[in-house]
């Protein structure tokens, strides 16, 4: 099993991102994947999840309207894009899969990718 979180950088506050989770080893439709973050002293935070195999999608209050999680089409990979990205949303973000989209009910974690907001 593997999960590869890709896509992380420094961008200006107002600014978007795209990170990509490239997943193997392990049959997509039957998980959820989630984006998770963790900022410098803060635990971490269920940012967005995506059922893979009916679509439902979930999100954080503190990203609602400016992130969007999907699978790519006829790809192993799920991605998330950022837009109006803020300094808050700097953190290590983590692509997971899960049987739920809850923190404890992911059971597998790729190593993060760092993105960094500046004002």
């Known amino acids: 099993v593997q999960l590869q979180a890709s896509g992380g950088g420094s961008v200006q506050a107002g600014g978007s991102l795209r990170l990509s989770c490239a997943t193997s080893?392990?049959?997509?439709?039957?998980?959820?994947i989630g984006w998770i973050r963790q900022a410098p002293g803060k635990e971490r935070e269920g940012v967005a999840c995506?059922?893979?195999?009916?679509?439902?999608?979930a999100y954080a209050d503190s990203v609602k309207g400016r992130f969007g999680i999907f699978r790519d089409n006829g790809k192993n990979t799920v991605s998330l894009e950022m837009y109006s990205l803020k300094v808050e949303d700097t953190a290590v973000y983590y692509c997971?899969?899960?049987?739920?989209?809850?923190?404890?009910?992911?059971?597998?974690w790729g190593k993060g990718t760092l993105v960094t907001v500046s004002s």
């Open positions: 997971a899969r899960g049987r739920a989209c809850t923190l404890r009910d992911m059971d597998f």
């Open positions: 080893g392990f049959a997509l439709d039957e998980y959820v």
């Open positions: 995506i059922s893979i195999s009916d679509g439902r999608k």
